[in-house]
């Protein structure tokens, strides 16, 4: 399967617990995005890399996230002192640039985080 | 600020009828418009854009959506809907804004095809 992956597919913590979540991009695609998407939500944006530079960061992302993609392919994002309000889906998508920087992203299946 | 509206929760239809579902979205600058689909248990999947061109675009599935630019909408639609279109569909909105990419998904829509 040459799609986007994301491990673990689920993770149960306790609050105040550091988590870390990576995700495999299309190899060829050179943009890689971070969502939280919650019950009845649509994917809320949180951050996204071009190659290995990080462009843009939500105001949803606190100090407690943390988001790399060292060498341009694989990313991890990383969940500090986790908080029940953490429990979310977390989704990876990646994509090229495409016309005027825009274009379809593929996602991955997704990582659900329960914070107990 | 950028904003994207589907102001259904749900749209049932009969199988065989033809579906819409509903998107406007509010951006500065020039919109590229996406919908996604996604189904039970899977990742969401890309069904059309627009960039520039022609106001009807076609995607996967039989699907097509009318980009409005009066109206601000871009409605998805499909001449006839089969049982296995019942999904949750989302719009999306890209644009440029203080240099960088922007991304804003709608809340959704829950597509009920009826046999």
């Known amino acids: 399967d040459t799609g986007v992956s994301q491990d673990p597919r689920h993770k149960i913590t306790k609050r105040g617990q550091n988590v870390t979540f990576r995700c495999d991009p299309i190899?060829?695609?050179?943009?890689l995005y971070w969502y939280r998407q919650t019950l009845g939500q649509g994917p809320e944006f949180l951050t996204y890399?071009?190659?290995?530079?990080?462009?843009?960061k939500s105001r949803l992302l606190s100090d407690r996230f943390s988001a790399e993609r060292p060498k341009g392919s694989f990313s991890t994002l990383e969940i500090q002192r986790t908080e029940q309000g953490d429990s979310a889906m977390y989704l990876c998508?990646?994509?090229?640039?495409?016309?005027?920087?825009?274009?379809?992203?593929?996602f991955g299946p997704g990582t659900r985080l329960t914070v107990l | 600020a950028q904003s994207v509206a589907q102001p259904e929760d749900q749209v049932n239809v009969a199988e065989g009828n033809p579906l819409t579902v509903k998107c406007t979205y509010s951006?500065?600058?020039?919109?590229?418009l996406f919908w996604y689909v996604q189904y039970p248990n899977r990742g969401l999947q890309f069904l059309l854009k627009y960039i520039t061109g022609d106001n009807l675009v076609k995607g996967s599935y039989g699907f097509e959506a009318e980009f409005n630019k009066s109206q601000t909408s871009f409605h998805l639609k499909k001449p006839s809907a089969l049982v296995s279109d019942s999904a949750l569909y989302f719009c999306a909105v890209s644009s440029h804004s203080g240099g960088y990419q922007k991304v804003t998904f709608g809340t959704g829509t829950k597509l009920q095809v009826i046999p």
């Open positions: 890399f071009q190659n290995e530079a990080q462009l843009e």
């Open positions: 998508a990646s994509s090229l640039p495409g016309q005027g920087g825009h274009n379809e992203q593929f």
């Open positions: 951006v500065s600058g020039n919109p590229y």
């Open positions: 190899s060829e695609h050179n943009r």
